[in-house]
């Protein structure tokens, strides 16, 4: 059968492609779509030395809670992610489960710390992996049942118009029906040093797409 586009192959021309995109954190260097931001301290942004160790942001040693991101877009971002219908994926590893917090998910402020309001993220602030929502005002947090440690994992994040879950491995940990953000939102993931030691938070493959 023939086809007049490539797009026509596996889409009919009544249904318009949303949007996608994926990122492998290969190769040299980070691709340009990502904006690199010391939010606290000055850390390090490098492709890891290693067999599939994709990319590694490191927030510095010292005192006062570095925190050290990547998003999208810098201080023009774009927010092409619906609160109400997306998806992220990220499969990642922190370098220590102590003293080290990531927040990763999707958020509508590009270079900032704050998870906390209009966003929804998975993070390892407390015993097991969590889910983080916020709605602009207020936010609420739910823990899964997988504990927190140095190990890849693949962390999904679901967002729909009644609640947003979060699937660790493919499996269902929990979900938020309260505080769901109510903006679009854009990709970021950081990692917050809690003590005196350098932490790191890689990354290997990074998915988000509009439902």
Known sequence: MAFPSVYEMTNPLTTVRKQHFWEYFSGATLNSRWTQTNVTGTGTFAMSDEVNGGFKITAP????????????HGSSPVRQYAPDGSVYIVVAKASSTTSAIFKMGLKNVGNSDNFNLDSASVFN???????????????????????????????????????????????????????????????????????SDAKSLSIRYMECYNT
């Open 61 to 72: 040693s010292g005192g006062g809670n570095p925190t050290i991101a990547i998003s999208f």
């Open 125 to 195: 602030n407390h015993t097991n992996y969590s889910l983080r929502t916020g709605d602009g005002s207020n936010n609420t947090e739910a823990d899964g049942s997988v504990p927190k440690d140095a190990s890849w994992h693949i962390h999904k994040l679901v967002l729909g118009s009644s609640g947003v879950d979060l699937l660790i491995d493919g499996v269902q940990q929990v979900t938020n029906t309260t505080n769901l953000p109510d903006t679009d939102l854009l990709p970021q993931a950081q990692i917050v040093s809690t003590n």
